[in-house]
Every structure is written in structure tokens, then in C-alpha cells.
């Protein structure tokens, strides 16, 4: 599947859209052989925020999403983060986790204000 993938990005060189939509339909596969992690990096890089946030929850990579959502916070209404954040809170056995996350956040938040 590498190789495929090398070749595909290949043949389209610089073409961003043309990459982001080989780099989406890779996540796309990843995400349902159960390889979250990874299909959220591909998504990532397709520029697919949304569907890399979604990734990062699905497997359990908190840090991850919070962090993303962080950078994207102009894409989540306040309902949506309020979601994911009480998601964190149900599922995290260890909040130490947590705090990278929000201190990235909170930075954010008081640069962007």
C-alpha cells in the first residue's frame, strides 16, 4: 500500500489538490482497516482537519485532538468543543495527560484574543 501511495503522490507532483485528494482517500483506507492513528496523520496532511480530529478521538489520542482542535478552533463551534472536551473527561484515566493540551489552548486562546 506504501509503495502505491509513493507513486501515486509521485504522478501528481505538485498538484495540491490532486495530493490532498490521494492523501484523503489513503485516510479514508486507513481508517477502515482500524489504523486511526495513521489515517488521521493522512488526513492531516490532505489538510482534512475535520476528519483528523475525528480520527485522533476515534483512537483514543486525546492530546492529539485537543491539540488539533486548538489549531482549528475557528473550524468548531462552542458546542462541538464542549464535546470533546467531556469526551476527554469520561475516557482519560490519567488528566496529567491533559495539560500539555489545554496550556496549548489556554496559549491560544490568550494569543488570539
Partial sequence: MQGLLRELLQLVGDRAEARKAVLGVYG?????????????????AAQDLPRALQAYKVAGH????????????????????????????RRLF??????????????MSITSG
Fill in 94 to 107: 490519567w488528566p496529567s495527560a491533559l495539560r500539555p493540551a489545554c496550556t496549548s489552548l489556554q496559549l
Fill in 28 to 44: 479514508e483506507v486507513l481508517s477502515q482497516r482500524n489504523m486511526q492513528e495513521d489515517s488521521a496523520l493522512a488526513f492531516t
Fill in 62 to 89: 486525546w492530546q492529539m485532538a485537543l491539540t488539533l482542535a486548538g489549531q482549528t478552533l475557528h473550524l468548531l463551534d462552542a458546542c462541538s468543543l464542549l464535546c470533546l472536551v467531556q469526551s476527554v473527561q
